[in-house]
Every structure is written in C-alpha cells, then in structure tokens.
C-alpha cells in the first residue's frame, strides 16, 4: 500500500513540475537602449533637407543685390591735367583735341630748283648755276647780313667764292642764288657744295652742284 501510494505521489510530483515547467514563458530579450545623439542628428539633418527643398520650390521674394562699385580714389599727384583747345560750345568752357607744343624752325631753307642739273659738262666750260630756294624758317633773310659762300672742303671750281643775296627774304618766300662754275680741263668727277650765312654766322642751308667733266668730242675727219 506504501509502495503503490509513493508510485502515484512521484508520478503526481512529476505531471505537476511538468506543467509548471510548460507554463514558463520564455525569456524575453532586453532591448538596447536607443542612441540619443545619433536620433537628434537625424532629426536635424531631415530637417535641414526639408527646408532646403521646400526653398527651392518657392520663389524668393527678395530680389538679388548686385555688388556694390568701388572707385578708386584719385590723389592730387595722379592728376594729370588735359591740354585742350577750343570752344565747348556756347558754355564759354574749354574743350576740344589737345594739341601738342610746336616750336617753329628759326633757321630753315628748302631747295625748290636747280638749273642746270648735276650732270655731264665738257672739260673748259664755263657756266652759271642757280639755285631757287625757300625760306622755311622764322627769320627774315637780310640782304647784306645773308650771304652764300664756298665750303673749301669741297672741290674749288669756282672763281668767286662768297655772294651775298639781293633782296630781304621773308619766311616762306623764294629766292635765287646763283654762282660762276668753271669746269676743270681735266676729266673727271667734281662736286662744288655751298652754305648760307644767317645773321649769328651759322651755316645753315647748304646745297652743292656735281659736274662729270667729259673731254671734248674729238672731230670727224
């Protein structure tokens, strides 16, 4: 009866730790705990996004400023005045294209002719050469202060070697100068060159004649 009695207690003690044992609920897992900086970054860069899209998509109300202009200041120094000439008009101011500072030529000649040319003479001939010139300079050319003369640097093919002028000769007036030329009896090439004199005793003007002496033609029997 004991025997029996403990059979039925033990089987009774196992069924009741069994079921005790089915009902356990299984153990649940502990979740992490959430990262509360990176949730905030998130949440701020979404938002970020949010704004920037929802910008583009609307137009701006505000118009866009151009960058302001600098100029430059300008000190007393770097200011260069304009030369300027004329009338501006009826303003009574001054305007116009500025002209540069001319200084005119005291002491100018120009040679304008020339008779005979430079060129072929027989040997022995005797001949006058002229020469036309201009006065291109300031100053009034006086008769008995001007004067032409020999450089004797030069061939000497001539019998007189100073001549004074004429006439006053006024700027931009003509005159001719002529001298006595004889060509040597040798043959060959020769070049008399001549200057005028102004009134300080300057050599200013100078122009020359060049003569090719040829023998004479010898006649045809």
Request: aromatic content about 10%; proline content about 9%; hydrophobic content about 40%.
């Amino acid at each position: 009866m004991f025997k029996k009695f403990s059979r039925a207690g033990l089987m009774l003690a196992v069924t009741a730790l069994l079921l005790s044992a089915g009902c356990v609920a299984p153990a649940v897992p502990e979740e992490e705990t959430p990262d509360l900086n990176a949730i905030k970054t998130q949440a701020v860069e979404t938002a970020i996004m949010q704004m920037t899209v929802e910008a583009k998509m609307m137009p701006s109300d505000t118009p866009t400023k151009e960058p302001p202009t600098i100029t430059p200041i300008v000190t007393k120094e770097e200011q260069v005045p304009t030369a300027t000439t004329g009338s501006s008009g009826g303003g009574g101011g001054t305007g116009g294209t500025p002209v540069p500072t001319w200084t005119p030529v005291v002491y100018g000649c120009e040679l304008v002719n020339q008779t005979p040319w430079d060129g072929n003479q027989y040997i022995g001939a005797n001949l006058d050469v002229i020469w036309t010139l201009k006065n291109v300079g300031a100053a009034t050319w006086k008769t008995g202060i001007y004067y032409i003369h020999w450089l004797d640097w030069y061939d000497d093919i001539n019998p007189v070697h100073l001549y004074h002028i004429s006439h006053d000769v006024a700027p931009y007036e003509t005159i001719q100068v002529g001298v006595d030329i004889v060509v040597p009896a040798t043959p060959g090439q020769y070049r008399t060159q001549w200057a005028m004199v102004n009134d300080n005793g300057d050599n200013f003007c100078k122009f020359y004649y060049y003569v090719n002496a040829m023998p004479l033609a010898t006649p045809t029997p």
